[in-house]
C-alpha cells in the first residue's frame, strides 16, 4: 500500500564506506527526487529524474551517484561516505516536471556516519 | 541566503489558541505549496495555492498568497495536538522543475 518506500530507513556506517538508499513509487509517476535534510530540518533537493532523464543535478559532491533503472525507482548511491553526509534523505515522486506538482514523499532514511 | 524565510522558528502554544506561521521572500514563485511533517515522516502535502490574494480553507486551517506572490500565510484556528508537526512552505519559480523549501516552522500543540 506504501506509495513511496524507501529502504533502509536507518543506516549506520563508517566514515569511508560506500553505501547505497533505494527508492520505489507504485503512484505511477513520472518524476522522482532526491531530498537532504539535515539536522536544522532543513530539506534541499538534490537530484531529480523524469522518466529516467536526470533533469535537476544540484551541487551535490560527485561521490554521490542517482540511478533510475525505471521511472518507478530512484536509487542513490553514495561513496566513501563523509562525516557531513549524516542527514536524513528523502525520496519524492509526482507527475510532471513542474515543481509545482504535489509532491509524494517516503518516510526518510537516516543515515548516520561514525 | 534562504530564498524562503520562515516564521516563527518555533511555537509552542496550548490546545485551543490560535496561530499564524508566515513564509517570505524576496523572490516571486509562480506557486506555493504547505507540507507537514510528523515525526519520522515525510512532509505531506496539505495545500497549493497558485494566485496572487488566494486564499484556500483546509477545516482549521486557512492558507494565503500574498499578493505578489512573494509571500505567504498559514492560520490555525483552535489548534490541536494533532497540528503538531513541522511546517514547511515550498516554492516553485516560473516552469523550473526545482521546489525551494522554507526554512520550517516547529509547532507544539499542549493540552
Known amino acids: 500500500d506504501t506509495a513511496v518506500s524507501q529502504t533502509p530507513k536507518y543506516l549506520v556506517t563508517q566514515m569511508g564506506n560506500d553505501k547505497s538508499i533505494k527508492c520505489e513509487q507504485n503512484?505511477?509517476?513520472?518524476?522522482m527526487y532526491w531530498y537532504k535534510q539535515d539536522s536544522k530540518k532543513f530539506l534541499k533537493i538534490m537530484f531529480s529524474y523524469n522518466n529516467k532523464e536526470l533533469i535537476i543535478n544540484e551541487t551535490v559532491p560527485n561521490r554521490f551517484s542517482p540511478k533510475s533503472p525505471d521511472k518507478a525507482h530512484l536509487n542513490l548511491h553514495i561513496n566513501s561516505l563523509e562525516l557531513g553526509d549524516s542527514a536524513v534523505y528523502f525520496c519524492?515522486?509526482?507527475?510532471?516536471?513542474?515543481?509545482?506538482?504535489?509532491?509524494?514523499f517516503g518516510d526518510g532514511t537516516r543515515l548516520s556516519i561514525l | 541566503t534562504q530564498l524562503l524565510e520562515q516564521s516563527p522558528q518555533f511555537l509552542s502554544i496550548q490546545e485551543g489558541e490560535n496561530l499564524t506561521v508566515y513564509c517570505n521572500s524576496s523572490s516571486v514563485f509562480s506557486s506555493l505549496q504547505w507540507y507537514r511533517q510528523e515525526p519520522g515522516e515525510g512532509p505531506v502535502l496539505l495545500v497549493t495555492v497558485v494566485t496572487g490574494g488566494e486564499v484556500k480553507k483546509l477545516k482549521r486551517l486557512t492558507f494565503q498568497f500574498g499578493d505578489a506572490r512573494k509571500d505567504s500565510s498559514l492560520h490555525i484556528t483552535a489548534a490541536q495536538p494533532g497540528d503538531t508537526g513541522l511546517y514547511l512552505c515550498?516554492?516553485?519559480?516560473?516552469?523550473?522543475?526545482?521546489?525551494?523549501f522554507g526554512t520550517g516552522t516547529r509547532l507544539q500543540v499542549t493540552l
Open positions: 503512484l505511477g509517476h513520472d518524476t
Open positions: 515550498a516554492g516553485a519559480r516560473g516552469t523550473a522543475s526545482k521546489l525551494t
Open positions: 519524492a515522486s509526482s507527475q510532471g516536471r513542474a515543481a509545482s506538482q504535489p509532491q509524494h
